[in-house]
């Protein structure tokens, strides 16, 4: 269970990780400037379990694979958002940070609520306001790729069984 | 079946005799791109990729140091050299400081991205190469690792969106409008999962570079790639590049859209997206008096020769506005001798601007031209997020060259049938 920290739409790459801190990719230097632009309570803040509740587009823009990096190294376990960009999308599933696609969740979750997230089932519960919500479902293939940790153990695993 | 040219590329590639929107397809690459920020993070990554040695097709990686270059710090510095090392040590393409170029502008440039090639790249303006009529769309670091590994790709098919322009373009409109206005339709999510296909007389009067402008900022509408049919224009453009072989795919006549959207040219005049969404456009006659501090003309989205002239025709005897700072980004070193060749860049130098060696710096904040708290510049650009020029007080208003130039001289955001 974990504190939820909520944004509101179209939250982009550049805001979830600047430019500027680019010139690195440690991913524990990247988390501690995760989110600065839109909260600079964020990184000092956010403990190992709490969730990030976004509104639609969540993550759109650049390509960096620094974002979902940043937030994945912040202790965030789940992010939910009404939708997703399609590249932070894929770019979370491939390095083994759950997402979840859920506007009722994204709705009915305010910030600082207790969260808890199943991100195999897709299960998403508000124990402040003790709701429950069912995220969209994921194709068969992401499953897998989710169930793996991510695409390089899952490519890791296809090699093996070549 | 009926497909269109981005199902018939997906295809292709899967070794499929036809693909429907919404299968995940694993499809081979014909060229995989990375730039030194998104390489730096894909090589931890093909490191933990059990018997990954050796990229899979040295001559289908291509790496272009661009986005920091020539570094512009000590960090930046250590990330292009173990980058460096790396491209050499797999003898992939790489094109070092000197020979660099704006990646998006350097790789139809060199003939590297032909029509039906299916390319991905780790960066999301990737998409600019359907403006050959490829697919072409921007991954992360993982996804190019694993390219590297295997040649193959992981994609879901995407439904198309048809644009279509009706009519004939305006005075002093160019691309850059017509996608910014598209953009500003459909939302900075509308076409999120989708491939936008470009279509219509109007389409077909562009050249090239304007197709590739538009294309390039398909993702700005969430899109997965822009795609252009490939006319003589386009096998004129590719010809002139390079001599190596392409597959032309056009669109059936029957093939299933998810949605048409006709645009009336007549209805389209010179653009301007303000902050903070590239979506958020209006006529620049609209603007009304917004003082700047700066201009940026360049980068992967009008970085190009074409752009340029059309800079350099508003600016010639003219002196750049005393509060304004405008700075020239070529895209290319190729671009940017036959600027020099074309005295564009005497005119621009005259005109109180300052010309730049290629990089992607200013556009995401990253160098040779950052913003202070509170100012406001016009750029060429593509973003216009908040921070992304550098302070995250500043603002970023994108549109065309043509604009770019006028407010440069005015002080202000202005157009060209102003002057």
């Given amino acids: 269970m974990g504190k939820a920290w909520k944004f509101g739409h179209d939250i982009d790459t550049d805001v979830i990780i600047p430019a500027r801190y680019l010139n690195r990719s440690e991913p524990e230097y990247l988390a501690a400037h995760c989110m600065e632009d839109a909260d600079a309570g964020f990184a000092p803040g956010v403990k190992s379990g709490d969730v990030i509740v976004g509104g639609k587009n969540f993550g759109c823009g650049s390509s960096r694979e620094h974002a979902p990096l940043a ?16 590249i932070f999308y894929r770019n979370a599933l491939n390095i083994g940070l759950p997402i979840l696609e859920c506007p009722e969740a994204a709705a009915g979750i305010e910030a600082g609520d207790e969260v808890e997230v199943e991100p195999a089932s897709g299960k998403i519960t508000n124990v402040t306001r003790k709701t429950s919500f069912q995220a969209m479902p994921f194709p ?7 169930a793996a940790g991510g695409l390089v153990p899952y490519v890791r695993g296809r090699l093996k069984n070549a | 079946m009926a497909m269109t040219m981005t199902e018939k590329i997906l295809a292709a590639h899967a070794g499929l005799s036809e693909v429907h929107p919404g299968q995940i ?22 490191g933990k990729i059990k018997g990954a040695v050796k990229v899979f097709d040295p001559r289908k990686v291509v790496i272009v140091p661009d986005h920091f270059t020539p570094n512009k710090d000590i960090q930046s510095a250590q990330v292009a050299k173990k980058v460096r090392e790396f491209a050499l040590a797999q003898r992939t393409l790489y094109f070092e400081v000197g020979r660099t170029g704006i990646e998006h502008v350097l790789l139809p440039e060199q003939g590297l991205v032909r029509p039906g090639m299916l390319v991905i790249g780790g960066d999301s303006h990737t998409c600019t190469y359907g403006g050959v009529g490829a697919f072409a769309t921007g991954v992360g670091s993982t996804d190019v690792a694993v390219a590297w590994a295997l040649g193959e790709v992981w994609l879901k098919v995407p439904p198309t969106i048809r644009l279509e322009f009706r009519g004939k373009k305006r005075p002093w409109v160019s691309g850059k409008d017509l996608i910014l206005y598209a953009v500003g339709r459909l939302g900075v999510d509308g076409a999120t999962y989708s491939a936008l296909e470009f279509t219509g007389e109007g389409i077909a009067e562009l050249n090239v570079a304007e197709r590739l402008t538009m294309a390039n900022m398909a993702v700005e509408a969430g899109a997965k790639n822009g795609i252009f049919a490939v006319d003589a224009k386009t096998e004129s453009y590719v010809r002139t590049a390079t001599e190596r072989p392409y597959t032309i795919y056009q669109s059936d006549a029957e093939a299933e859209y998810a949605e048409t959207i006709v645009f009336d040219l007549a209805d389209i005049e ?15 006659a609209q603007a009304g008096d917004l003082p700047i501090d700066q201009v940026v003309i360049g980068s992967c989205t ?3 020769i074409e752009d340029l ?8 005897g003219k002196k750049v506005h005393p509060r304004v700072r405008c700075i020239v980004i070529p895209g290319t070193q190729k671009v940017y001798l036959q600027a020099l060749q074309e005295g564009l860049l005497e005119t621009f130098i005259q005109a109180d601007c300052v010309v730049s060696t290629p990089t992607c710096g200013p556009c995401l904040g990253g160098h040779m031209g950052i913003l202070a708290e509170g100012e406001r510049c016009v750029s060429t650009t593509n973003r216009n997020f908040v921070g992304r020029m550098g302070h995250v007080q500043s603002e970023v208003y994108l549109a065309g060259p043509a604009v770019a130039a006028a407010s440069a001289l005015s002080g202000q955001i202005s157009g060209p049938q102003e002057l």
């Fill in chain 1, 71 to 86: 937030i994945k190294a912040s202790g965030v376990k789940a992010v939910v958002a009404e939708s997703f960009a399609r």
């Fill in chain 2, 309 to 316: 002239r059309v800079a350099a025709a508003l600016l010639k």
């Fill in chain 2, 302 to 304: 009008n970085g190009r």
């Fill in chain 2, 25 to 46: 397809i694993n499809a081979k690459v014909d060229l995989v791109l990375a730039n030194e920020l998104s390489a730096v993070v894909a090589i931890e990554e093909f």
């Fill in chain 1, 140 to 146: 068969v293939f992401m499953q897998e790729l989710m």
């Fill in chain 2, 270 to 284: 010179p653009q301007v997206a303000f902050p903070h969404l590239p979506s958020n456009n209006k006529p620049v």
